[in-house]
């Protein structure tokens, strides 16, 4: 029988709130080796999470778009509210300012091979379980789906 989220999921995932400094999220995932964390609202709603690439704008800076001259106007070549986006992600002071909004969930019933599909298709690494109501009661990695497979193997 096909596993399901919640037999493989990280149970009572340690989350941050929206107002939580980087600083905090970087000593929480440094220290207990996540690649992230969920972001809750004050009623314990996700609202957000928080990843080692939304953290990689701190050090690596951000470029402004190319653009060319002309009559004295500038002309992007790429859309400067990426630019924007970008720059205030490299200059956030709490989660809250460089979380990824709106991220993908799973529900705790669905098969391995729905978050593995899900996983591939939206390019992520992590995906929060929410319950019914929208709070987060697991998380799954794809580090999870393939410890999952080695024991079916074994």
């Not at 207990?32 to 609202?41: A, E, M, W």
């Not at 080692?52 to 500038?74: A, F, K, N």
């Not at 929410?130 to 079916?152: C, H, N, Q």
């Amino acid at each position: 029988m096909a596993k399901t989220v919640a037999e493989i999921m990280t149970h009572e995932p340690i989350v941050v709130t929206s107002e939580t400094s980087l600083d905090e999220a970087i000593q929480i995932m440094a220290e207990r080796r996540f690649s992230g964390l969920p972001v809750v609202d004050a009623t314990g709603n996700l609202i957000g999470i928080i990843s080692q690439g939304d953290l990689m704008w701190r050090e690596s800076g951000v470029t402004p778009p190319p653009y060319i001259m002309v009559l004295d106007s500038v002309i992007y070549l790429e859309n400067p509210a990426k630019y924007q986006r970008d720059l205030h992600k490299a200059l956030g002071q709490t989660v809250g300012e460089v979380m990824t909004k709106n991220p993908q969930t799973i529900r705790p019933e669905k098969s391995l091979r729905e978050a593995a599909e899900l996983m591939h298709e939206k390019g992520v690494h992590r995906l929060p379980v929410i319950d019914s109501v929208g709070k987060p009661i697991g998380i799954l990695t794809r580090g999870d789906i393939v410890r999952a497979m080695a024991t079916e193997e074994g």
